[in-house]
């Protein structure tokens, strides 16, 4: 039994997808996970400058003396540290593989489509990795940067309208090319899951790439004998790089638990 936490990171409040996951599949783990709040989105940045934060991201969670960590953030998946990753202590997954390989083997005919950030699109890295698995894909991708935005400001309800005429024109050129499964591959999208569905239809698959990689964390630490069997629920500490106030209110809101008590601000530059 392990009973050191599993330390999540995201640029803001998205990987509270993988969290959700997590909690759900493994109740009794320990969880850390950090928001860089102050520095949100990461999807607009360069290439350098999201390999620099996601190495500050990264050295925050080993201060924590975590056992595995997520990059729950699919513009650093796309785009991450190579160097430092492979020194790393502990085990490490990004989004991107787990989201693949799920699409993958969703998919009747071969169309899939990605939204994702700017950066994320730019990388083509969702595109190199689907062509590893199957033979002669159709892939279509959208940058979707104002969905980030939108949901760190909490325009989450399925019936927000500002949302929905976002997402109709976003997703217009995936109904146009008949996707049958679409990567969500940012981990803030999930958060407005409902509204793509529905705009999209019951046809289409929708993955999670937040949910995909909690499901491959659950198998390496069942793997690696590193599970936690305490009794009770396992504890989550919050920690992001700006005011509490905002993320308590939108992570107890997706969460559906209050998290006012659990969150605390650090100076991730010092990292």
Partial sequence: MDKRAIGVFDSGLGGLTAVQELKQRMPHENIVYFGDTSRVPYGTRSRETIQKYAAQDLRFLLSKEVKVIIAACGTVSANPPLEMIAELPVSYTGVLIPAVQAACAATKTQRIGVIATPATIRSGAYGKEIRNILRSPTIIGKACPLFVPLVENGYIEKNNPVTRMVAEDYLQVMKQERVDTLILGCTHYPLIQDT???????????????????????????????????????????YVSDEVSSFAETASLFLQDDVSGQVEQIQIENF
């Fill in 196 to 238: 793509i569905a529905e705009i999209m239809g019951d046809s289409v698959s929708l993955i999670s790439p937040g949910a995909e990689a909690a499901k491959y964390v659950q198998a390496l630490l069942t793997n690696q004998g590193l599970l936690n069997h305490q009794e009770g629920s396992g504890t989550c500490r919050y």
